[in-house]
Every structure is written in structure tokens, then in C-alpha cells.
């Protein structure tokens, strides 16, 4: 606390009296503080045996100089978790040290592997209770490995508090082998992905997307009436369902009344197809008519299951969080690499929901044994 003096006005004029009340205002700074520990072992030698000995050094002391969870957390962070390059991490804990510490592009570029290996217990059980959810988002997109190709799928609960990513060579059958999508046997929601389908026991599709493709339609078949009218019931079913959250199920004769509804449009659709045969250069909006009649079931589950959610934006959020990072990355040297952020970024994201500073609990990671 610094005190200020009175101004010279009250010194000069004896009229002025010191009252009780006090302006106290802050000026807030931070500053870096480097904390170095230097252990010393004086080494003894025996003149019988030859042996050299000398007393054992804490754990995590192996190297001449060593870094602590403070750093590596930092760092961690910086570059997976705000996404900055592994260079400019370097350079900002640099200056912010004045030149005193420059880490190795190596270190920084092992921290994803180090997390992960420290967190795989965790990984564990994020997975087992993944598998005892009721119901559950998948989705995937893109990644880049050497230029080519890879996969990146998320299976995430639907209040998203657990969150697991796996990075995968192709799509597919084979991509969602050793996720929990394998050996789901709940509620998928997803995208249309017909690999989704031989997994979980029921499925409900995207009503977001299914709204995107709708006007769609109405913007390259302007002549038809089915695709208006189905994205006006859509909308409608999509609110009456918001209007009861909460309750144990929707009135029966209004779910009856929104399918009878639902295939009404559907035949007219039909019916239009035939007068009007779709174009060879936008086919779209008749095969989502085809998709919506074949999947009619999947369309509509959330109407009959008040746990199942209208949209998979859960998948979607979780999987921009991947996107940032390949946004910066661009192109990642190999699969592992992939892999070990996709590790990290699932136990991440439930180390931030439970914790209320991610910094310290994400350093006490670090400062793990490994297999503690």
C-alpha cells in the first residue's frame, strides 16, 4: 500500500479538515519470477572396489537442467491449447524471462506425448463412462498428415462433459474401430454418416443440417412446395419439443399429428419429383426427399425420446477445437502427432469443466510420476 501525501493546498490552509472517507485506487502489474533450484551430490569413491556413488536426486531431476510442471504447462497450453506455433511459444516465454530460458522446438513439440501418456487413466475411464451414456454425438473430419489425407473422429456425451478424440488413417468401418462408436450400444446422434448406422441401437439425425439442406432446395427448386413446408414443420416440431424440455414425454396425439404431417409432405414431394424430374445438375433436394422417407424413424426419434437432442452440434463444437489447431498447424509430420493431440484435447476439456484454474491443474499433471 502506498500512501499519498496531502496536496499542498491542505498543507497551506489549515481550514481543511481530514475527513473519514479514503479513495483507494489500484494499479495491477504481473511479473515473471524464474525459481531455480541447483541440487549438489558430492560423489564418493571407493579406494577398494573402485566404486563411484553419490545420493540420489529428487524425482524429475535427471538432466543438467531440467524443466518443472510450471513450464511445461505453460507452454503446453500456449501451443495446443491457444493454438500459437511451437516457435512463437518459445519466443513469448523467452522474452518474457529476458532471454533466460529458450526451451527446444523438441520439448515443446514432446508435451502432447508427455500429457498423454500422464492422463491415459483418466483416457480410461472417460471411456468406460462413454460407453454407459444413453445417448451420444459422433461425427469426424478432415486432418492433414504430410499432405495427405487422415481422419479425426469425436465421440462426445450430450452435456459434453466427456469428450474423447481419435485420429485415424481412414474413414469408415476402419476409422471407427477402437472408438467408443464400436461398442456403443446406446442413442447415436450424427450426421447422416451411413457408417453410424451399423453402431448403437437407435440413431436420430441432424435436424440442422436437414434445415440447411431444406433451403437448399428452396433456393434450387424454387418451383416445388415440399421443401418449404417441410422446413416450416421442422421448425415448429423443433420448438413444440423446446417448449416441454424438461418433461417426461410429449403428448402423444401432437407427436401423432407431427408424422402424420410429416409424411403428407412427403408424398407431395413425390408427387412433385414426378412432375418435375430433378435435374441432373442438383439432385440434392431429391435425395434428401429419398433419405427423409427412408430415415423417417431417425428424423423424428427426438419427438419420441426426451433424452435424444434435434441437433449434433455437440460433435460439431468439439470438433472445431481439432479445426483450430490444423487451421495453425496446416500439416502434421505424422499420424502420432495427430494422435497424441486428439489424447490430450479429450482429457483437457474435462480437466477444464473441473477445474476452476486449468493452468494449475493441468501443471500438477506435469508434475506427475509417471503411472501415478
Not at 469426424?140 to 466427456?162: I, P, Q
Request: aromatic share 10%.
Amino acid at each position: 500500500m502506498i500512501f499519498l501525501p496531502p496536496p499542498e493546498e491542505v498543507l497551506d490552509d489549515h481550514a481543511f479538515k481530514k475527513t473519514a472517507r479514503t479513495i483507494i485506487k489500484q494499479m495491477v502489474s504481473i511479473r515473471m519470477v524464474m525459481d531455480v533450484k541447483e541440487y549438489h551430490a558430492d560423489v564418493y569413491y571407493n579406494s577398494q572396489t573402485g566404486e563411484r556413488i553419490h545420493a540420489a536426486f529428487p524425482d524429475g531431476v535427471i538432466d543438467d537442467v531440467n524443466y518443472d510442471g510450471s513450464i511445461r504447462a505453460f507452454l503446453f497450453l500456449l501451443n495446443s491449447d491457444c493454438c500459437t506455433s511451437i516457435d512463437k511459444s518459445r519466443k513469448f516465454l523467452s522474452d518474457l524471462t529476458d532471454g533466460k530460458i529458450n526451451i527446444s522446438k523438441g520439448m515443446i513439440n514432446n508435451l502432447c506425448q508427455s500429457f498423454a501418456e500422464k492422463t491415459e487413466s483418466q483416457r480410461k475411464e472417460l471411456f468406460r463412462d462413454m460407453l454407459l451414456s444413453p445417448v451420444m454425438h459422433t461425427d469426424c473430419t478432415n486432418a492433414r498428415v504430410n499432405g495427405e489425407s487422415a481422419y479425426v473422429f469425436v465421440c462426445a456425451s450430450s452435456d459434453e462433459e466427456k469428450v474423447l478424440y481419435f485420429a485415424r488413417e481412414k474413414k469408415g468401418h476402419e476409422g471407427v474401430k477402437g472408438t467408443v462408436t464400436e461398442d456403443f450400444r446406446g442413442i447415436l446422434v450424427h450426421d447422416h454418416e451411413i457408417t453410424f448406422y451399423r453402431y448403437g441401437s437407435a440413431h436420430q439425425e441432424c435436424l440442422a443440417h436437414v434445415e440447411r439442406y431444406l433451403k437448399d432446395s428452396m433456393e434450387n427448386e424454387s418451383s416445388l412446395t415440399w421443401n418449404r413446408r417441410m422446413r416450416e414443420l421442422l421448425q415448429r416440431m423443433i420448438h413444440y419439443r423446446k417448449e416441454h424440455t424438461g418433461e417426461a414425454s410429449l403428448d402423444a396425439q401432437t407427436v401423432s399429428g407431427f408424422e402424420t404431417e410429416y409424411q403428407e409432405i412427403l408424398d407431395k414431394a413425390k408427387e412433385e419429383y414426378k412432375r418435375n424430374e430433378p435435374s441432373p445438375y442438383y439432385r440434392e433436394g431429391y435425395n434428401l426427399y429419398r433419405r427423409m422417407q427412408e430415415y423417417k424413424t431417425e428424423h423424428l426419434l427426438f419427438l419420441h425420446d426426451m433424452r435424444v437432442p434435434t441437433t449434433n452440434n455437440t460433435a460439431e463444437r468439439c470438433l472445431r477445437d481439432y479445426k483450430r489447431k490444423q487451421t495453425f498447424a496446416m500439416t502434421f509430420r505424422s499420424l502420432e502427432s495427430i494422435e497424441e493431440l486428439c489424447h490430450s484435447k479429450g482429457v483437457l476439456l474435462e480437466v477444464r469443466k473441473n477445474n476452476p484454474n486449468i493452468y494449475t491443474a493441468v501443471m500438477e499433471i506435469f508434475n506427475r510420476r509417471y503411472g501415478a
